[in-house]
């Protein structure tokens, strides 16, 4: 069964500083991993995802994402944070081998960027 | 609709009743999701339906909880005799493919008195 660890239940980071939210995840095959968002009273937003190719992905608002399959990790980074990247962060994970869409969300991980 | 919509949007009931939540996904999305998120806590998978293929309800917590998906599109989530833990914000999300993003949906936040 597919897994999904969020390490840090909360990261906090001076703003104009590089940031990293972690993630690891287990799953019998290889896997798709995605980062997702959820501002204050907002929906979830897509961030990035890894399916294939690169490890290195590159996201939206300047987030990037490295895949390392020998350390089962695919965390996420910021060179440097705004104050409105403050939000809850959610890695997950889907096991390409199994076919199936089934997707394992992280318990997040909460980020505050100070001024 | 531009995105996934769901409703209602808030649902307040007696512990025992049963509730229907909706959730409308993104036109052409094959694939619809629903998801639980309890106060604080990350997401919990329920079910989810691809296609024609029968649904994925390894998540479901019990089977008071069950779900439709009309004609590829609309999906209801059914709550049966409601109890106070099931308070929480339950997600609906759409996608294309297997690769493909989920578009969430503004959720329900449902509570059981």
């Known amino acids: 069964a597919q897994s999904v660890a969020q390490p840090e239940d909360q990261v906090n980071v001076a703003e104009g500083n590089p940031l990293t939210v972690k993630c690891t995840y287990s799953?019998?095959?290889?896997?798709?991993l995605f980062w997702y968002v959820q501002y204050p009273n907002r929906g979830l937003q897509f961030l990035l995802k890894y399916i294939t190719g690169d490890n290195l992905v590159k996201g939206s608002y300047g987030f990037e994402a490295e895949f390392n399959k020998s350390q089962t990790s695919f965390h996420l980074k910021k060179p440097s944070a705004l104050v409105s990247d403050s939000a809850l962060y959610f890695c997950?994970?889907?096991?390409?081998?199994?076919?199936?869409?089934?997707?394992?969300f992280g318990a997040g991980t909460r980020l505050f960027v100070k001024a | 609709g531009a995105g996934v919509s769901q409703s209602p949007s808030n649902k307040v009931t007696e512990k025992g009743k049963d509730v229907e939540l909706r959730c409308d996904p993104i036109?052409?999305?094959?694939?619809l999701y629903w998801y639980r998120q309890s106060l604080g806590q990350g997401l919990e998978f329920l079910i989810y339906?691809?296609?024609?293929?029968?649904?994925?309800k390894s998540g479901l917590p019990s089977d008071r909880f069950s779900a439709e998906r009309t004609g590829g599109s609309v999906s209801t989530l059914t709550i049966q005799r409601t109890q106070q833990e099931d308070s929480a914000v339950y997600l609906c999300?759409?996608?294309?493919?297997?690769?493909?993003?989920?578009?969430f949906g503004p959720g329900t936040r449902l509570t059981v008195l």
């Open positions: 036109s052409g999305h094959t694939a």
């Open positions: 999300a759409s996608s294309f493919g297997e690769e493909d993003t989920q578009y």
């Open positions: 997950a994970v889907r096991d390409r081998s199994t076919g199936g869409f089934k997707t394992i």
């Open positions: 339906f691809q296609g024609n293929s029968a649904p994925d």
């Open positions: 799953v019998s095959g290889n896997p798709y």
